[in-house]
């Protein structure tokens, strides 16, 4: 039996996919087996508007780049601790993959591995048929079989790819898609990814047994981390953002649970604890190290790979001057640090200061004192201490409020043709997390190409959430000016987040809760193309 993210009934009820192979290309062809027909038919993978919107996004003449990603078990260090893993071609990260703007990758991914897989491009506007979700738009890659993923990549930005079959991505299934704009001539010569990860496979734990010893602590009685259809008011905490304090009837009860300015994701921040926190797949005992040299203005890629844990992040002795968002530029602005969920990625261009070893700290966020860490090294000396603690990790912390879209990545001025409420619902108590959609459960938002859709993420748990959505990116509306373009945003717990989407990528695209474990246990729903 597959495992997968996409488990709960009503998708297997809603969609039935089958997929003729061909030329190493999927080609799905939709079929609906619900109870009931429906008035209108979806638009499949395998729809002649998929192949329309891709070819729409080729350039004549573009570059092809070539990789293999061999998925394989594999044995690292941690810490002077030998694990055993899965990664793609023996390294965690992954290969780091580039190309420009315009340019095609080819990817064959090769599964020797015990159980299926899928590979996700996480971020990237690419042809439906490629976006790597099991049994949705393709079928899984058995085991000893291979799979080419061939899609243009027509943005520039930070990306990241990795495995979409069940808790794989809690392994080492992952690895950095880097997408260079050639035009862009005001970008540091420079650039560093920051790859940051929680790890506790091979330690005792598989990913699998994570997820079964949460489900199994799980008892049968709900409790107040589901609100249910309890209203909710503007505090007016941030643009683009409300929440309400719940419980008593002046909200004591479970104020100190609620987002503050210090804890913006509230006080319950991770299901679990992890042994590790990697960059770049390392801990901070013995730590990834760059060469800089003092004064040298660097861009940091950062990307959060994480399963569970959120990191704020930040550079000792230096601001960080943001400068996009999740693959989507924005107007620079200058921070100490920047909270980035799972899912998300920020580009930061840093000044480095002059001294002989920085350090680049990413710390659990919440009430953890656990840390990842980087090095960048100007010069000789020792290594900064794992449990370094910088400065400006208490100083300015980044919002989405604080972030605008630049006037070319922002979406034309237009009312949406349709708003979707999206409950996210669940509770600890029963490990049983979900989503409704305008009160229905079927988890479906139905679209038609062309629309701009308005999507209200509405966070009914006591929990936040990274919500991710496929295919696409969305707007945050903050205000009056345009807020900042991103396929992931965090959703604090008890508060509303509103986007808006341009229905321009025809296909089925999944929309989900990037905690893996999350969406596992049901936190999912469909962005679904109709003709």
């Excluded at 080609?27 to 429906?38: Q, T, V």
């Excluded at 099991?134 to 930070?158: E, H, L």
């Amino acid at each position: 039996m597959i495992k997968r993210w996409f488990t709960p009934r009503w998708l297997v009820a809603l969609i039935a996919v089958a997929l003729v192979a061909g030329a190493g290309v999927g080609i799905g062809l939709w079929a609906n087996a619900a109870s009931k027909p429906r008035s209108t038919a979806l638009v499949g993978p395998g729809d002649r508007a998929v192949a329309t919107a891709e070819a729409a996004r080729q350039k004549e003449g573009a570059g092809v780049r070539n990789v293999t990603l061999t998925a394989a078990p594999t044995t690292l260090r941690l810490d002077g601790r030998k694990v055993t893993t899965w990664a793609f071609n023996n390294t965690v990260p992954g290969p780091e993959i580039r190309a420009n703007a315009g340019d095609v990758i080819r990817a064959r991914v090769v599964n020797r591995l015990s159980e299926p897989l899928t590979v996700h491009w996480h971020g990237i506007a690419l042809r439906n048929d490629m976006d790597g979700v099991p049994d949705v738009t393709q079928k899984a890659i058995k085991p000893g079989g291979a799979f080419v993923y061939r899609f243009t990549v027509s943005d520039p930005g930070t990306f990241f790819y990795h495995s979409h079959v069940g808790t794989q991505l809690d392994r080492g299934l992952y690895g950095p898609l880097i997408v260079n704009d050639p035009k862009d001539t005001t970008a540091p010569r420079r650039d560093i990814t920051v790859m940051l990860d929680d790890w506790i496979d091979g330690t005792g734990r598989t990913p699998d047994k994570v997820l079964d010893d949460l489900r199994s602590g799980a008892t049968k009685s709900d409790d107040s981390s589901d609100m249910g259809s309890m209203d909710m008011s503007d505090m007016g905490s941030m643009p683009g953002m409300s929440s309400s304090s719940m419980g008593t009837s002046d909200g004591s009860e479970m104020s100190g649970m609620m987002p503050t300015k210090n804890n913006p994701l509230g006080s319950d921040v991770t299901d679990l604890a992890y042994p590790y926190y990697l960059v770049n797949g390392r801990p901070a005992t013995d730590p990834a190290t760059f060469k800089v040299t003092p004064g040298e203005r660097i861009r940091l890629r950062i990307i959060n790979a994480a399963s569970e844990t959120p990191f704020r992040v930040a550079v000792g002795g230096s601001r960080l001057t943001v400068t996009a968002t999740d693959g989507f530029p924005v107007r620079p602005v200058t921070t100490d640090t920047v909270l980035v969920g799972m899912g998300e990625r920020y580009d930061a261009v840093v000044t480095v200061p002059r001294t002989g070893a920085v350090p680049l700290v990413a710390k659990v966020e919440g009430e953890s004192t656990q840390s990842a860490m980087a090095v960048l090294r100007t010069g000789t000396g020792a290594n900064p201490m794992p449990d370094t603690k910088v400065k400006e990790l208490n100083g300015r912390l980044l919002t989405y409020a604080d972030l605008r879209a630049t006037q070319a990545a922002a979406l034309p001025t237009r009312q949406p043709d349709r708003t979707y409420t999206v409950d996210l619902t669940g509770n600890m108590s029963t490990y049983k997390w979900g989503t409704t959609t305008n009160g229905k459960k079927d988890g479906t938002l139905t679209v038609r190409q062309g629309q701009r859709i308005r999507l209200v993420l509405d966070n009914r748990t006591m929990m936040w959430h990274p919500i991710h959505l496929h295919g696409h990116t969305f707007q945050v509306v903050t205000g009056s000016t345009p807020g900042p373009r991103k396929d992931t945003v965090i959703v604090p717990p008890m508060s509303r987040v509103t986007v808006d989407v341009d229905a321009n990528n025809p296909g089925q695209w999944a929309l989900h809760c990037h905690n893996i474990y999350h969406a596992e246990a049901g936190m999912l729903a469909m962005l679904s193309y109709v003709k």
